[in-house]
C-alpha cells in the first residue's frame, strides 16, 4: 500500500507556471507507475500525465503536451508535474494516483491510489 500527498499548487496568472509534487509514504513506490489527473467544477475527472516505474516513458493528455512535464525520484518517493504556459482552462484540482498493473493508463479506473488532491487556479 502507499499513500500520496501532492503539494504545489496555488494561484497563478496565465503564462505563469507551477510544480506540482506528490510525495509518496512506503519503500514500494518504484514498483507503481504513476499519474496525475484533474478535475474541474462540475466536470468529470479527466487525465493528465503518466510515467512509467522507470521514469523513461511517458504519456501526455493532448491538452497538455508540450506545456507539462511529469517526471520522478525514486529515491525521493516523489513524483512531478512541472507546468508551463499556464491557461485559465487549467484551472481544477489536481490528483496524483499510482498503478501496479496499467503503466500510462489514461483511465483513472486503473489506479489503485490516490492523493487529496490540491487546487490550481490560473487567472486570466
Known amino acids: 500500500q502507499v499513500q500520496l500527498v501532492e503539494s504545489g499548487g496555488g494561484l497563478v496568472q496565465a503564462g505563469g507556471s507551477l510544480r506540482l509534487s506528490c510525495a509518496a509514504s512506503?519503500?514500494?513506490?518504484?514498483?507503481?507507475?504513476m499519474g496525475w489527473f484533474r478535475q474541474a467544477p462540475g466536470k468529470e475527472r479527466e487525465f493528465v500525465a503518466a510515467i512509467t516505474r522507470s521514469g523513461l516513458t511517458t504519456k501526455y493528455a493532448d491538452s497538455v503536451k508540450g506545456r507539462f512535464t511529469i517526471s520522478r525520484d525514486n529515491a525521493k518517493n516523489t513524483a512531478y508535474l512541472q507546468m508551463n504556459s499556464l491557461k485559465p482552462e487549467d484551472t481544477a484540482v489536481y490528483y496524483c494516483?499510482?498503478?501496479?498493473?496499467?503503466?500510462?493508463?489514461?483511465?483513472?479506473?486503473?489506479?489503485?491510489?490516490w492523493g487529496q488532491g490540491t487546487q490550481v487556479t490560473v487567472s486570466s
Open positions: 494516483a499510482a498503478t501496479g498493473t496499467r503503466a500510462l493508463s489514461g483511465e483513472y479506473q486503473d489506479y489503485d491510489y
Open positions: 512506503g519503500r514500494t513506490f518504484g514498483s507503481y507507475a
